[in-house]
């Protein structure tokens, strides 16, 4: 099995590797703090103490980082993979990041002749952990092709989208919709409250209807228990709608629904809240309704 070099080892990227060992790949490491994944480490991975030096001990590279900078310095500054990328390479970038970047990153792997896939993800650290997560990947069919047995071992639902790019594109779509879902659920538990109705039962009775989605059933839930800890941080999450926001008026789309919860996410993370679930939208309602305790 080819050796992959994993660069990124937080909620995300740390489970990710942990199956892909599962799965019988011989790994290499490299992350921030290398104390938090001793237990990796005694299990088999491999430290590095670069990127190049990962992309020199591997024939595969994969990043998971937190934001476009993160990436683009991993691969492109001193000491980064392209300093010791070698022909033939395939290097996927599972980050959430800018589409326009990953572009011009795929174009700077084709001049040393390697392949590019941007190939973000979906479904939080329950579904790095699982195995389960859904891969949106761009680039071209014969990087995704042998690509496709390391996805297997990360997600159940892995689609090639389209060319360099289309799987950030898929990526910012996704987080569209969950942001603005995640906080219309908060309005609706919100406004059952105001109204002196159980939340919790409102809940139950949408998850029967058309209104049913699994952010309701899921993050819904966390509203109701008031349980805010992190599984995909809301400071993260304005980070992806910062990235949207930008990919709309680079290609001049129009996204006025989007633009107000980044502004509402702006003023969580004014109170404290960026490394809250998202679902701890509902604090910031709960204050704008001078209403606190939706949830008991």
């Known amino acids: 099995m080819e050796r992959i070099g994993f660069i990124g080892l937080g909620a995300m990227g ?16 490299l ?20 990127p190049k030096e990962i ?7 994969i ?23 070698r022909p033939g390479m395939l290097l996927i970038d599972m980050s959430t990041v800018s589409p326009v970047a990953v572009r011009r990153l795929a174009r700077e792997a084709r001049v040393r002749d390697c392949d590019f896939l941007d190939a973000p993800v979906s479904g939080g650290d329950i ?16 990087a995704f092709r042998r690509a496709m047995p390391v996805f297997q071992a990360l997600g159940k639902t892995i689609l090639l989208i389209g060319d360099s790019g289309a799987g950030q594109i898929a990526k910012a779509a996704n987080q569209i919709l969950t942001s603005v ?6 309005e609706a538990l919100v406004f059952a409250a105001k109204a002196g109705v159980d939340p919790a039962k ?5 998850m029967g209807g058309s209104a049913s989605s699994r952010i309701l059933e899921t993050h819904g839930e966390k509203m109701i228990e008031r349980d805010f800890k992190p599984g995909f941080r809301m400071r993260l999450h304005h980070k992806d709608l910062d ?17 107000l919860v980044r502004e509402l996410m702006t003023e969580t993370l004014k109170d404290g809240q960026g490394d809250m679930d998202n679902s701890s939208f509902l604090l910031l309602l709960e204050k704008l309704s001078n209403r606190p305790g939706t949830g008991s």
């Not at 980082?65 to 691969?75: A, K, R, S």
């Not at 879902?181 to 908060?186: D, G, K, R, S």
């Not at 926001?245 to 006025?256: I, M, S, V």
């Open 31 to 50: 992350t921030r703090t290398q104390s938090r994944i001793g237990d990796l480490l005694a299990d088999g991975a491999v430290w590095c103490n670069t």
């Open 55 to 61: 992309a020199q001990n591997s024939e595969i590279v």
């Open 127 to 142: 579904g790095a952990q699982n195995g389960t997560l859904s891969i949106m990947a761009g680039g071209e069919e014969p």
């Open 243 to 259: 990235i949207t926001l930008d990919a709309g008026e680079t290609y001049g789309a129009a996204l006025p629904v989007t633009a």
């Open 202 to 206: 409102v809940r139950q009775a949408l």
């Open 181 to 186: 879902t995640t906080e219309a659920v908060a």
């Open 63 to 85: 990043t998971m980082l937190p934001d476009t900078p993160d990436v683009e310095q991993v691969f492109s500054g001193r000491d980064g993979v392209f300093d010791g990328a």
């Open 14 to 29: 740390k489970p990710m590797t942990r199956n892909l060992m599962k799965a019988g790949y011989p790994v290499n490491v």
